[in-house]
């Protein structure tokens, strides 16, 4: 049973760039939240999807958007990239009914902003 | 905003001594997590707890959700090699969303053979 995959692992973008990444959630699991961790750091809340629409969201500018499509799979998009951007992108999935805060996570995409 | 505070943010122990880390808070929490994330990897789920003054154990690892919804501890015994990584805690609120969790800072783990 294949768990949270994320694509990619690396990537090198410049300043005022676009970023668009990937997340298959764990099977069985319909809800998608997306995390920035940033280098010595615990994950920041970005936003969650579920139902192909954004639930909640973070403490995060609107550079930052994403989409949820029917098949659960959920693509989070950077605009207009910062150096401060840089950072690890985790994506976590859960079931929306029941799952209690528990959380599957991904391994992440490294993105470095130059 | 909320934020949490994780102590120590660094330990380096000797094989087979037991661990304690703790996180505070400055708000109420309703679940209390406990994740580890070795390097190259995601967080995993360790412990989740999800009533005040809860007890739970997983293996060696022991964890308390504190009467007061402010705080929570994680404890390993006979820590081995494999117990390296970092360790986060994660507080979760009443509101029923599933996927917003506020994260400590991490306290990272060496265990020497």
Not at chain 1, 4 to 24: A, D, F
Not at chain 1, 57 to 63: K, T
Not at chain 1, 97 to 113: D, E, K
Not at chain 2, 82 to 102: E, H, M, P, R, W
Request: net charge neutral; glycine share 12%; proline share 4%.
């Amino acid at each position: 049973d294949a768990g949270v995959t994320q694509s990619p692992t690396h990537l090198i973008k410049t300043r005022g760039q676009q970023v668009t990444l990937r997340c298959s959630p764990k099977s069985g699991h319909d809800t998608v939240s997306w995390y920035q961790q940033a280098l010595g750091q615990g994950p920041q809340f970005i936003f969650q999807y579920y139902e192909e629409e954004e639930r909640q969201r973070g403490n995060f500018p609107d550079r930052f958007s994403g989409h949820q499509f029917p098949n659960y799979s959920s693509e989070l998009n950077v605009n207009a990239l910062l150096l401060g951007d840089s950072a690890l992108y985790l994506c976590a999935s859960s079931a929306r009914q029941g799952a209690r805060g528990v959380l599957t996570f991904g391994a992440g995409s490294r993105l470095t902003v130059l | 905003g909320q934020q949490l505070n994780q102590s120590p943010q660094s330990m380096f122990i000797q094989e087979g001594e037991d661990v304690s880390m703790n996180c505070t808070s400055s708000s109420i929490f309703n679940t209390w997590l406990w994740y580890k994330q070795d390097p190259g990897e995601g967080p995993v789920l360790l412990i989740a707890l999800y009533k005040a003054g809860e007890l739970t154990s997983n293996g060696r690892l022991t964890a308390q959700f504190g009467i007061t919804r402010k705080d929570s501890f994680l404890n390993i015994s006979a820590s081995i090699p494999s117990d390296v990584g970092i360790y986060f805690c994660a507080g979760k609120d009443g509101s029923g969303n599933t996927g917003k969790l506020i994260f400590g800072q991490g306290t990272t783990l060496q265990v020497k053979p």
